[in-house]
C-alpha cells in the first residue's frame, strides 16, 4: 500500500484501539491540529483525504490543544486519549507546557509536531533553530524532558517501530504521560510502500497487575496491626476504575478515606468513611486523623507535597503501606511497596485482612470529625455579600452540578477552595488539574471532558487570571457546538498569590489589576471587561451580581444547549475555613521589612515540622 509518511500515520491512528476488562475503546477520539507550513502539506493533507478515520478539530492555541487532549484521557480513564498536531517553530514549542503536564498527571497524550527538512537542502528553514553543535537539532528536542517517549521520524522506514513504541507507551498505566514523534516536513510528504498489516486494527490490553504474594502478605500484616488507619486515595483509585472496591475495603475494615486532588470523588459526598480531601488544602476531619495515623494506606498516590502538607502532615514514626501500578510512586515516604493495579490490589488486600476491623473508637473519632468539618462548609456555602465571596459562588455552582456536572479547575485560590469545599457525586465529578495546575487549562479542559462524556453537564470554574492567559477556546467550544458552562470569578488580580504573598512578607506586589502608580499598581482599577470578551468569543453571557442571580444564571445555562459564560465579581478578601496545614514556600532569611522577618521566623518554626519518613518500611 503507498502512501505518504503522514497519510500513514492517520490511517494507522484510526485503527488502534484499548481493551480492560472485556471492553474495547478507540485510543484515539480524534486529532486536534493547527497548520503551518511544518505540518499542512504532510498532516493537513492526510487529515483532509476523502476517507479519513481520524476525526479533526480545529483548536485556537497550541498549548489549549494538549491541554483539551489530557482532559479527555482523564474523563475516558486513560483509556483513550487525542493526537495534537502543530507546525515547527512556535506552534510546536506552544504545546510543551501542555506535554509537561500530561506527564507530570500521568495522563497520555501524542504530540505529532512538525519539524525541519530531514535532507537540509535548505536550511535554515523559516522558524528553524540553528545549533553550532549539531544539525540534528531543532526546537523538538526541548519535548525530550517532557515525553515518557520521544523519537523523529527521519525516513519512513523508522516509522513502523516507532509508532508501536508510541502506543505501548501511551497505553501502559505505569510509564504513560505525553508522547512524542517529530515529524520534518519534507519526511512528511514522502511516499513509501507500507506492509497492510500495519493498519489492520490493533488491540492495545490495558493490564491489571496483581500484587506479588510476599509483598502482599507483608502489607497486610502492617495494615492489621493498625489501631489509626488511614486510606489515602489518589487517581489511580479513579483510572483503575476501583470506587466501588475502594468502597468496600473502607466498610468492611473501618478505614476513613481522604482523597488527593486527583481522587477527589473516588467516595461520594455523604459516605460515612469519606473525610474529604487531604493536605495543604484539605479539610480538618482528614488532616487531623493523618496526623494521628498510625499506617497509611496510600492507593495510587504520588504524594505531592500538597498531599503530605509538605511532609510536615503525617506522624514521624507513621507506616506507609503504597498500592501503586508504578513502583517509583509505591516506594515514596520509604512505604511498604504494592506494586499492582488498585482495584486487583484492593481486592487482594481485602482477603488477606479478612477478621480485621479498625477499633470502633477510631471510626467513631473519623464521625465526629467529618460532622464538625460538614458544620464549617454549611457555613461557608452560606456566605453572602457585595461582592460575592468565593465559597459561596463555589455552592451555587456545587448545588448545580448534580449528579451528572463535573467541575473543572487549574489554578489561582479555586483549586484549593474547590478541594476542601466541593461535595463530589461520585467519581468523574471533580476535575482539578493540580499535578501542573497550569493557568489556562481550565477552559480547554472543559472542552476536553466534554467530548469525552457529552452525557456529563461540564461546569468550568475560572478565574479572571487564568481566564486572560487562555479563554479563546470559548471560540473552538462554539465552533464545534459543544456545551459548556463557564462560571468566570472576577477578583481583579491573584488572589490566591495575593494571600501567599503577603504571607512571605512580599505585600501583594503584582497580584491586582490596577494602573500603575507611584512605582506600585495601586492606581485604581483597569478598564477590563472580561464578560465583554466572552461575548465576543460567541459565548452567551450572563451577569450575575447575587446569589440570586448566580442561580438563575445557573439554571438558565444548564437548560441552554449552548455555552454560557456567567460573569461572577468576588470579594477576594473572603477566606474559606482553615486546614489548619502548612505548604512549604521560602521565606527571604534577611529583609528590611518587619513583615518578612516576622514571616521568617513562622517559616523557621514551621520547618521543624518537616519530617524525612526515612525508616525503612516494616
Not at 494507522?12 to 505540518?39: K, S
Not at 466534554?450 to 473552538?476: C, H, I, N, W
Amino acid at each position: 500500500m503507498r502512501l505518504t509518511v503522514a497519510q500513514a500515520v492517520v490511517r494507522f491512528l484510526a485503527a488502534q484501539r484499548t481493551e480492560r476488562d472485556g471492553v474495547e475503546h478507540r485510543l484515539f477520539g480524534g486529532c486536534f491540529g493547527i497548520f503551518g507550513h511544518g505540518n499542512v502539506a504532510g498532516l493537513g493533507q492526510a487529515l483532509a483525504a476523502p476517507g479519513a478515520e481520524l476525526p479533526y478539530y480545529l483548536s485556537r492555541n497550541e498549548q489549549a490543544m494538549v491541554h483539551t487532549a489530557a482532559a479527555y484521557a482523564r474523563a475516558s480513564n486513560r483509556l483513550s486519549t487525542l493526537a495534537c498536531t502543530s507546525s515547527i517553530g512556535p506552534g510546536a514549542t506552544n504545546m510543551i507546557t501542555g506535554a509537561a503536564g500530561a506527564t507530570i498527571n500521568r495522563l497520555p497524550v501524542l504530540l505529532l509536531p512538525g519539524d525541519i527538512f530531514a535532507t537540509r537542502v535548505a536550511s535554515p528553514v523559516l522558524q528553524e533553530l540553528e545549533d553550532t553543535r549539531s544539525y540534528d537539532i531543532s526546537v523538538n528536542d526541548a519535548f525530550k524532558p517532557v515525553s515518557r517517549f520521544w523519537d523523529r521520524i527521519n525516513r519512513p522506514e523508522q516509522l513502523p517501530s516507532s509508532l508501536l513504541a508510541a502506543m505501548r507507551v501511551l497505553t501502559d498505566p505505569a510509564e504513560t504521560g505525553a508522547v512524542t514523534l517529530a515529524l520534518p516536513q519534507d519526511v512528511q510528504a514522502e511516499a513509501a510502500d507500507w506492509p497492510a498489516e500495519l493498519f489492520a486494527p490493533r488491540v492495545w490490553h490495558v493490564p491489571r497487575p496483581r500484587p506479588e504474594r510476599a509483598a502482599l502478605a507483608r502489607a497486610a500484616e502492617v495494615i492489621r496491626s493498625a489501631e489509626r488507619p488511614l486510606i489515602v486515595a489518589g487517581g489511580g483509585v479513579l483510572y483503575s476504575e476501583a470506587s466501588a472496591e475502594l468502597r468496600a475495603f473502607a466498610e468492611t475494615f473501618g478505614v476513613p478515606v481522604a482523597e488527593t486532588q486527583a481522587g477527589k470523588g473516588a467516595l461520594p459526598y455523604g459516605h460515612p468513611m469519606a473525610m474529604g480531601a487531604v493536605g495543604a488544602t484539605g479539610t480538618t476531619a482528614a488532616n487531623a486523623l493523618a496526623r494521628e495515623a498510625d499506617v497509611i494506606i496510600g492507593i495510587g498516590t504520588r504524594y505531592s507535597d500538597f498531599t503530605t502538607a509538605s511532609r510536615s502532615l503525617f506522624a514521624p514514626d507513621a507506616r506507609f503501606v503504597n498500592l501503586n501500578v508504578t513502583g517509583f510512586d509505591a516506594a515514596k515516604l520509604s512505604g511498604l511497596q504494592l506494586v499492582a493495579d488498585a482495584r486487583e490490589g484492593l481486592a487482594d488486600l481485602a482477603a488477606a485482612c479478612d477478621g480485621w476491623a479498625a477499633p470502633a473508637a477510631h471510626r467513631a473519632r473519623a464521625a465526629e470529625l467529618s460532622r464538625a468539618w460538614d458544620a464549617l462548609v454549611d457555613e461557608a456555602y452560606a456566605l453572602d455579600g457585595s461582592p460575592l465571596p468565593q465559597p459561596a459562588v463555589i455552592g451555587a455552582v456545587n448545588a448545580a452540578a448534580g449528579d451528572d456536572g463535573v467541575v473543572i479547575c487549574a489554578a489561582g485560590s479555586m483549586p484549593g477552595d474547590l478541594h476542601k469545599l466541593w461535595r463530589p457525586s461520585g467519581p468523574g465529578s471533580y476535575h482539578v488539574e493540580y499535578g501542573y495546575s497550569c493557568m489556562g487549562y481550565e477552559i480547554a479542559g472543559g472542552l476536553g471532558v466534554k467530548l469525552a462524556d457529552p452525557s456529563r453537564e461540564v461546569f468550568v470554574m475560572v478565574g479572571d487570571g487564568s481566564y486572560l492567559m487562555m479563554a479563546q477556546e470559548l471560540v473552538t467550544a462554539v465552533a464545534e457546538g459543544v456545551k459548556l458552562t463557564v462560571v468566570l470569578v472576577d477578583n481583579s488580580g491573584f488572589a490566591s498569590i495575593g494571600r501567599l504573598s503577603e504571607s512571605v512578607g512580599a505585600e501583594r506586589l503584582g497580584t491586582a489589576y490596577a494602573y500603575r502608580g507611584g512605582g506600585r499598581y495601586d492606581g485604581g482599577p483597569l478598564p477590563v471587561d472580561l464578560a465583554a470578551n466572552a461575548a465576543s468569543l460567541g459565548a452567551t453571557v450572563v451577569r450575575a451580581g447575587t446569589l440570586a442571580e448566580l442561580r438563575k444564571a445557573l439554571d438558565e445555562a444548564r437548560a441552554a444547549t449552548t455555552t454560557t459564560v456567567i460573569h461572577v465579581v468576588t470579594d477576594p478578601h473572603v477566606d474559606t475555613p482553615s486546614s489548619e496545614a502548612w505548604w512549604d514556600v521560602p521565606v527571604a532569611e534577611v529583609s528590611t521589612t518587619r513583615a518578612a522577618g516576622e514571616a521568617r521566623g513562622a517559616y523557621e518554626k514551621d520547618k521543624l515540622e518537616q519530617r524525612p519518613h526515612l525508616a525503612p518500611p516494616a
